[in-house]
């Protein structure tokens, strides 16, 4: 696959929208900067939505990438390896896992996508497992995770949901993850794209003990002598060093870029993967917003590099999306305040409209004959 169609198909944000939200708020009989981070949102939203005033969000979507790590079998977490992503993912879907509860409090759907995890597939409905390309990946300190038409199967896998997604009316992706793990892998990708060693990189994860964490970290130094020869080839190295789920979750953020599709991150996971996405095309972190800290030190060195700064310090390391998830109330404030105020207030000058243009964009089968 040859990805350098990205960086040409992906634009940036509207930049009039953004201008024409910024007027509206100094318009408004307020304290200038009175309302803070929602000002700043705000402007940011109307900047993807392509549209002044901003829209309210009105259809958010949850989306969870749900994978199995053969690295899981050396003990580097503190979740089973055995069933454990399984079980997480039957959760989401009866309704009981956390970010299932968040999701319905504040009124957003949720959608898991099995793409590798080690269970059997009718265990889950069609349309969780209808993208799924193996079970398990393999074990990156001392083998591939996948191989190279796999990893292939998996990018497409990720921008067809993005194309799904967009087609469907989604305003808003929290996009998150399943998979015991895959902080492991994270540590690995942000650590060879960083040029940084082991231990800079290896957290805590799932609350391992030291002894704990001294396996994971030799984990990921071994892993991260597999991952250097390929730095030059992004879809290599997370072939070699990634897994169906983190090039499923790259497909998809480079994707949802070129539909504008706006996503907020959550943990070190979608932010190894943003990391990823940004050596392919590099407008596309203006399309994403971290949603958490979580503490993570390869999380926090990915958005270092993406430039972009956590909207909470949550600390949310439990993945599922549940610490981005937290950050959705926030959005949809800053939608509606400034939607509202724009809509209501008596005496504000008309505010013009400037929605983008929208000529056809392409869809991953439109695509896929150039990537």
Known sequence: MDLDTFSSLVERPDESARRAA?????????PRGGLGQLEELGSWLASVQGHSPVRPLSAPKVLLFAGDHGVASLGVSELPADGGTAGRVRAVL???APVAVLARRFGARVRVVDVAVDADPDDFPEEVTRYRVRRGSGRIDVE??????EAARAFRAGMA???EEADAGTDLVVLGDLGVGSTTVAAVLVGALCGTDAAAVTGRGSGIDDRVWMVKCATVRDSLRRARPVLGDQLALLAATGGADFAAITGF??????????????????????LVAQRIAFRAPEWWRAGQSTGEPAQAKAYDRLTLIPL????????????ALMSLPLLQAAADTLAEETAVLPGLPDAPAVPRVQPKLPSAADLLGRV
């Open 22 to 30: 910024d007027e509206r708020w100094q318009a408004l009989d307020r």
């Open 94 to 96: 009866d309704g009981t």
């Open 144 to 149: 591939d995770a996948l191989s190279a038409e």
């Open 161 to 163: 949901v993005a194309d």
């Open 253 to 274: 953020l480079l994707q949802a870029a070129v539909r504008r599709l706006p996503v907020v991150l959550d943990g070190v996971v979608s932010a190894s993967c943003a």
């Open 312 to 323: 909470q310090e949550q600390k949310i390391t439990m993945g599922e999306g549940v610490g």
